[in-house]
């Protein structure tokens, strides 16, 4: 079974070294977190499955790095200082401070449960803003990107120049954006600080609705097929209160967290809103001209735009179970091997000096081509137990019988089998598992 309860992924977490809170030493720094050493390499393989997806196995996606600070002009035209705010409310009684949107009962407050206590609805805005310039006050006003979209607008000549791309193409980015939100928590869910994982599909404008579906429906199958349970998955369509400013039809995938459901990633209909606006207020021409046609337009776009952090909660999620192996409880990690932050582990049977040459030979020539871990504390019960924790797929086990007949023995997490290999076909028997 999935995990049923937060507390039992945050603590498997913090105990195996994926996800620490920030500054901890300090009393921690609320809805801030640091990825320990299992953590920073599930995040990244989490990040380079999108890249996989998205660009790799495509022809018609490129990948760029845009700057995470950026002059007001870039937030004035895409609407972020008018529009990018949320509906802020205080209890007079308890002095709490809410998204009004968020409560159950706009009348009373979930804290103290006092009726009639709110304060009137204020905007605020999610942008950090700070300055750039040697001398404070006097330096220009930048912000922090609460999304990283805008960078690919403002690539999109550039792109479309050095590229030699046409509609439909995509531009994709995956890196930090930060926005002050009033109400952070459920873990690493929702933050201040996140990595998005986003493309920008740019389509002649009457195909935008077949690209629309066509996207929904290749993000949904990402999910599934990296191993989420497709009844923990949904696709839900927002409805016209919900739009964005820019959008004229977005529908969200939401995983079934043990808080309620809650969204992984938003497919958007952007239409040409973005390339106009940075277009009037730039001054700078950002279309299209199709010569097969000679017609000369904006394009509309298609986004699909993820949450790195908060995707690598739901694989966890989902990946999370209790059994029992020989009468002995186990908590394992059922990750998808492209996912598990090891693949394989190497366990010498023994700390003698006898194994170590030939378990360090084997831990070389594997780390050649995936990320391995070596452990020879414990007992190699205790061993695979860790292994199974930390979601590791395979393990191998390099004992006494190796050093005469070269051959390890592989183990398999999810099975808990065991067969006996040739270390001279390891490596092929590995992928062969692995599926890479």
Known sequence: MPATELEQVVNLCKR???VYPSAEIYGGFRSSYDYGPLGS???????????????????????????VL???????????????TDPLVDCTKCKQRFREDHLEDPNVCPNCAAAGSFTA??????????????????????????????????????????????????????????????????????TREFEQMEMEFFVPPADGPKWYEYWCNERMNWYLELGIPAAMLRMRAHDDDELSHYSTGTSDIEFAFPWGW?????????????????AQHSGQKLDYFDQATNERY??????????????????????????????????ILRLHPRLAPYKVAVLPLSKKDTLAPLARQVFRTLG??????????????????????????????????????????????????????????????ISERLGF
């Open 70 to 84: 950026s002059p007001p002009q870039v937030w004035e035209a895409s609407g972020h200082l008018a529009n990018f």
């Open 41 to 67: 390499l599930m995040l990244r393989n989490v990040k380079d499955a999108w890249v996989r997806s998205m660009v790799q196995q495509r022809d018609d996606v490129v990948l760029i790095d845009a700057s």
């Open 16 to 18: 195996r070294g994926f």
């Open 298 to 331: 904006v394009p509309f776009v298609i986004e699909p735009a993820a949450g790195a952090t908060r995707t690598m909660a739901a694989f966890l999620l989902a990946a999370y179970d209790e059994d029992e192996v020989g009468g002995e409880a186990r908590t």
């Open 121 to 190: 609805a204020r905007a605020f805005n999610l942008m950090f803003k700070t300055q750039a310039g040697p001398i404070e006050g006097a330096g220009a006003d930048v912000f922090l990107r609460p999304e990283t979209a805008q960078g690919m607008f403002l690539n999109f000549a550039n792109v479309l120049q050095t590229s030699r791309k046409k509609p439909p193409f995509g531009i994709a980015q995956v890196g930090k954006s930060f926005r002050n939100e009033i109400t952070p928590g459920n873990f690493i869910f929702r």
């Open 368 to 429: 050649e081509r995936y990320m391995v871990d070596y452990d020879d504390t414990q007992s190699i019960g205790r061993r695979y137990r860790r292994q199974d924790e930390v979601g590791t797929p395979l393990c191998v086990t390099v004992d006494f019988d190796s050093l005469d007949d070269d051959a390890v023995t592989i183990r398999d997490r999810d099975t808990t089998e065991q067969a006996r290999v040739p270390i001279s076909s390891l490596t092929s028997e």
């Open 262 to 278: 809650g969204e992984l990633e938003g497919v958007a209909q952007r239409t040409d809103y973005d390339l106009k606006q940075h």
